[in-house]
């Protein structure tokens, strides 16, 4: 089986190094890069199966935030994670906001961040193992395609990113049923806060409005999370 490759976007070589040496370890095929240019010169090749990113690259001190535009652009399923000394929910929403799978700070140990690696790795890997029967998902206007990670209202796509898709799914499996914010986090295998929940949740919202500024599917419910409304 071919290794998983991951790329690390950070301009301190001792810590990317640092992560590198680690991820190698743990049997990924590992790439570094130390500015946004240097990262999109090898993506314009090809994209890794996963990417590790800081937000401040030397002196482009927003760089990883146009670098995961960028990304997300190119691929709206490509695994992204920032990995951060800002700490601040202001960065971290914006993160979210650009499509961003996870966002992390540099505080995380090793371990803990390979075990969030493989839980993004996971949910790829059941999209495989699926069975056909099981792929297709359908409620009203919305068609939920698991195997293309597809999500498809009144017949236009959605670009959905991975946490995004099975967030929607989750929601979707159970309509009227409320899903807590601890339900949507293990069903997208993703572990945040409730403040980057509720961001996943308006980016899906606002994805539908773009499609049809009537939808009005998802409910929040207060002190409980959310549900989709057929």
């Known amino acids: 089986m071919a290794k998983k490759e991951i790329a690390i976007i950070e ?5 990317r190094e640092n992560y590198s040496d680690y991820l190698t370890r743990q049997g990924y095929a590992v790439s570094g890069f130390a500015t946004r240019q240097d990262a999109m010169a090898a993506f314009d090749k090809a994209l890794p199966d996963l990417v590790i990113l800081d937000i401040g690259l030397a002196d482009d001190i927003d760089g990883g935030f146009e ?8 691929s709206a399923t490509l695994p992204i994670i920032f990995l951060t000394a800002r700490d601040s929910d202001l960065d971290s929403v914006s993160g979210l906001r650009l499509g961003a799978d996870d966002y992390l700070t540099k505080e995380i140990s090793l371990p803990h961040l ?4 493989a839980a993004l ?9 699926k069975q056909p029967s099981e792929s297709l998902l359908v409620r009203g206007d919305l068609k939920l395609d698991s195997d293309r990670l597809a999500a498809h209202w009144q017949g236009t796509l959605l670009n959905l990113t991975v946490t995004e898709f099975w967030m929607l799914h989750a929601l979707v499996r159970h309509p009227g049923h409320v899903r807590s914010r601890d339900q949507l986090m293990e069903e997208a295998n993703i572990y945040v806060d409730s403040a980057s929940i509720t961001t996943h949740i308006k980016r ?15 409910d929040s419910v207060y002190g409980a999370g959310y549900r989709w409304q057929p």
């Not at 301009?11 to 810590?15: A, G, L, P, S, T």
């Not at 670098?67 to 190119?74: S, V, Y």
């Not at 790795?121 to 193992?129: D, G, K, L, W």
């Open 11 to 15: 301009d301190e070589r001792v810590i």
């Open 121 to 129: 790795f996971r949910r790829i890997e059941a999209i495989q193992q």
């Open 114 to 117: 390979v075990a969030r690696i």
């Open 67 to 74: 670098l995961c535009r960028e990304l997300r652009n190119r």
């Open 204 to 218: 899906i919202r606002r994805k539908f409005q773009e499609v049809d500024t009537d939808f009005t599917h998802i």
